[in-house]
């Protein structure tokens, strides 16, 4: 999200505007949302800025400039973003007892809502990078994959064979608690990995080993 630099947010009449593709433009008029544009060339006009012209009381068309900031929002998918579990996920395992878990991954985001994304999450900022959202999918991704392990119930030596369906159950709970509440989708999640504490894994490498052995 970039807001467009304008000297005291001063906009002509008749001025163009160029919405170019994976983009939408978003006009605010004293913190409150009004048009949206699509990727296009516009001429501003009454007839295109109808929020807008509601908002700023214009009955009969306007005189020129006006004033509203310009927000451009990225639509596009970006892709190859990392999450991880900075603290270990307690699981009590049938096998081992309460074991903690680490997961690392990859997933993808697209802004699906411009609205939605614009007013939870930028207010009244210039900008709003890649970075600072990764922070906060991160911490939904987390938890979410804490509550999905509670739920599956999966025993820590099967995880590995059920990555697939994990990644897509995980890939759901994360949409339901950013679609609605950030205006984000997850279009693509994947585990890549599922780490047992090094005391398990060398337990478990012994009695490989023993079982090599007879």
């Known amino acids: 999200v970039w807001r467009f630099p304008r000297y005291n947010n001063q906009i002509k009449n008749g001025a163009q505007l160029i919405v170019?593709?994976?983009?939408?433009?978003i006009f605010v008029h004293r913190g409150q949302l009004a048009d949206?544009?699509?990727?296009?060339?516009?001429?501003?006009?009454?007839?295109?800025?109808?929020i807008l012209s509601t908002l700023q009381g214009w009955k009969h068309g306007f005189d020129s400039p006006f004033k509203a900031e310009v927000y451009f929002?990225?639509?596009?998918?970006?892709?190859?973003l990392k999450w991880g579990t900075?603290?270990?996920?307690?699981?009590?395992?049938a096998d081992f007892g309460p074991i903690r878990l680490r997961a690392f991954g990859?997933?993808?985001?697209?802004?699906?809502?411009?609205?939605?994304?614009?007013?939870?999450?930028v207010g009244t900022d210039s900008e709003l990078e890649t970075d600072e959202v990764t922070e906060l999918m991160r911490s939904v991704i987390m938890t979410a994959f804490a509550d999905m392990l509670g739920e599956r119930q999966v025993a820590a030596l099967d995880l590995a064979a059920h990555y697939r369906e994990m990644s897509d159950d995980l890939?759901?709970?994360?949409n339901e608690r950013v679609d609605d509440e950030y205006g984000l989708?997850?279009?693509?999640?994947?585990?890549?990995?599922?780490?047992?504490?090094?005391?398990?894994?060398?337990?478990?490498?012994q009695r490989t080993s023993m079982g090599v052995i007879g």
């Not at 997933?107 to 939870?120: F, H, I, S, T």
């Open 20 to 25: 170019r593709p994976g983009q939408v433009a």
């Open 36 to 50: 949206v544009f699509e990727p296009g060339h516009y001429t501003l006009q009454t007839d295109n800025l109808p």
């Open 73 to 80: 929002v990225s639509t596009r998918q970006i892709t190859d």
């Open 86 to 93: 900075p603290n270990p996920i307690m699981l009590r395992d």
């Open 106 to 121: 990859t997933y993808a985001l697209r802004a699906v809502d411009p609205r939605a994304l614009l007013k939870e999450l």
């Open 171 to 174: 890939r759901g709970y994360v």
């Open 185 to 205: 989708e997850v279009p693509q999640l994947f585990i890549v990995n599922i780490i047992l504490p090094e005391a398990v894994e060398k337990a478990l490498d």
